[in-house]
């Protein structure tokens, strides 16, 4: 009988630490969550026993991901596409009801090609990246600012790029877009201050996912998403405003901004090109 009754205590103390556990750490709502660094920082959050809101076009990838992590009845998985401003809106909605708030939203989608500004047809595609790369990540923002606000804590965190501290020819697009991330991080960080909204933003270097494996040219300090995720939750949780990863990537970032024009210019004039999506 003691045995039996010991049998029980443990398995009841096992299920109470499961419930436990599954109760710990904070509610995150992920962008492009179904591959590359949205998935890693899904699965490095879940690891510290996040609840999390996966959000990204394709469905049946999110719901692969879910199932995939610890406590996976936690997390929910919304369908659609950062364009569609109305669903983020939704999906925001929903999982502040599913979590019971929100504590960290992450605007991880984003895309890149290389684009012309002389050639006709790569104009759509340049509308694309910045709709994509800058204006969802203010859709992605905006619903959940008045939760945050009526908690009086949150985090937004804004997915930037190396690429965005100076142009690089071919990719003005991209560049342009991530330098905007990076302007309209620090001008809402600035607005969010007073209703303790902390905005965090992120900038990688070369990180080897699906986006970065189209380039034909050598990425100096690749790194994988997973030691990216790592490093970026660290910074997130430390309530940086701006941080470069990987660190090797940040002095060669802080050398560029400061390198004089004319000598930018008869370096880099000539630097590899990210393939053109019209030429593909």
């Known amino acids: 009988m003691a045995d039996v009754l010991a049998s029980v205590s443990a398995k009841a103390s096992a299920t109470a630490l499961t419930k436990l556990s599954a109760a710990a750490g904070p509610r995150v709502f992920i962008t492009g969550a179904s591959s590359g660094i949205g998935a890693a920082l899904a699965a490095r959050y879940a690891a510290q026993g996040a609840t999390l809101g996966l959000?990204?076009?394709?469905?049946?990838?999110?719901?692969?991901?879910?199932?995939?992590?610890?406590?996976p009845e936690k997390h929910s998985i919304h369908a659609g596409d950062v364009?569609?401003?109305?669903?983020?809106?939704?999906?925001?909605?929903a999982f502040i009801a599913h979590a019971g708030g929100i504590d960290i939203v992450i605007a991880s989608a984003g895309?890149?090609?290389g684009t012309l500004t002389e050639v006709p047809e790569d104009l759509p595609v340049f509308e694309t990246i910045i709709a994509t790369n800058v204006t969802a990540t203010v859709a992605t923002f905006a619903p959940f600012i008045e939760a945050m606000r009526e908690q009086g804590h949150g985090t937004l965190v804004g997915i930037a790029s190396v690429a965005g501290v100076r142009g690089l020819p071919g990719g003005g697009a991209y560049s342009a877009s991530k330098a905007a991330v990076?302007?309209?991080?620090?001008?809402?960080?600035?607005?969010?201050?007073?209703?303790?909204?902390?905005?965090?933003?992120?900038a990688p270097g070369y990180i080897d996912t699906p986006m970065t494996r189209q380039n034909k040219y050598h990425m100096p300090f690749l790194m994988t998403p997973e030691r990216f995720a790592a490093?970026?939750?660290?910074?997130?949780?430390?309530?940086?405003?701006?941080?470069?990863?990987?660190?090797?990537?940040?002095?060669?970032?802080?050398?560029?901004?400061?390198?004089?024009?004319?000598?930018?210019?008869?370096?880099?004039?000539?630097?590899?090109?990210?393939?053109?999506?019209?030429?593909?």
């Open 55 to 71: 959000f990204a076009r394709r469905e049946p990838v999110l719901r692969e991901l879910a199932a995939s992590l610890p406590f």
């Open 83 to 93: 364009c569609d401003h109305a669903a983020l809106a939704a999906a925001a909605r």
């Open 111 to 113: 895309i890149s090609h």
């Open 182 to 202: 990076v302007t309209y991080c620090e001008a809402l960080r600035l607005e969010m201050r007073r209703h303790g909204i902390r905005v965090v933003t992120i």
């Open 231 to 280: 490093s970026a939750v660290r910074a997130i949780a430390g309530g940086v405003r701006y941080r470069v990863i990987p660190w090797q990537m940040g002095v060669v970032a802080r050398l560029l901004r400061w390198l004089p024009d004319a000598l930018y210019d008869l370096a880099f004039a000539r630097a590899p090109r990210k393939a053109r999506k019209s030429a593909s």
